[in-house]
């Protein structure tokens, strides 16, 4: 009976460790490229790309298809919108008072949001600390091209 089990057992076992052993064979789509791995406290340790003093920006990826920026909110980015793309936005830490269109809500860590291009947005950090969230904006956001409809907060020197 011992034996029987022993012999079941390698008959069981030598297919299961030999498919651990070789890789799975490849799709006929699928392709040999680099990916991309960024932690939070590497993108922080450059230079924000935008310092609006209200809120700091550094890129994570950017493309002619799509910009993801990390933003740190400590302050009320007033109410503007983007006639040039659509962001998408999810919340990391902190909680943000979010307006898109007609709709006010507090979000938190680990809220989704989309804004449709050309849709009025405003984003007003709620208690203590700061706030962060990233946002993929597909095609890139041009900041130049932000029409704020209420007054444009004022860039720090950098």
């Keep these: 009976m011992n034996r029987l089990l022993l012999v079941v057992g390698v008959i069981v076992l030598i297919p299961l460790l030999s498919a651990l052993a070789d890789p799975p064979p490849k799709h006929p ?3 040999e490229a680099e990916g991309l791995f960024v932690s939070r406290s590497e993108v922080m340790k450059a230079d924000p ?3 609006l003093g209200v809120a700091r920006y550094w890129a994570v990826e950017k493309s002619k298809e ?3 920026l990390l933003v740190e909110v400590n302050g009320t980015i007033p109410l503007h919108f983007h006639p040039d793309g659509v962001h998408r936005m999810y919340i990391l830490e ?3 008072r979010c307006t898109v269109g007609k709709e006010t809500m507090v979000m938190g860590p680990g809220d989704y ?8 947005h405003k984003f007003e950090k709620v ?3 700061k706030a962060y969230f990233v946002t993929v904006d597909t ?4 900041p130049a091209n932000n029409v704020w409809l209420e007054p444009a907060p004022k860039k720090n020197a950098g």
């Design 29 to 31: 789509k699928e392709v």
């Design 49 to 51: 790309v935008a310092d």
């Design 66 to 68: 799509v910009w993801s």
């Design 94 to 96: 902190g909680k943000l």
């Design 113 to 120: 949001m989309l804004i449709p291009r050309g849709v009025r």
């Design 127 to 129: 208690g203590e600390g």
């Design 139 to 142: 095609p890139p956001i041009n």
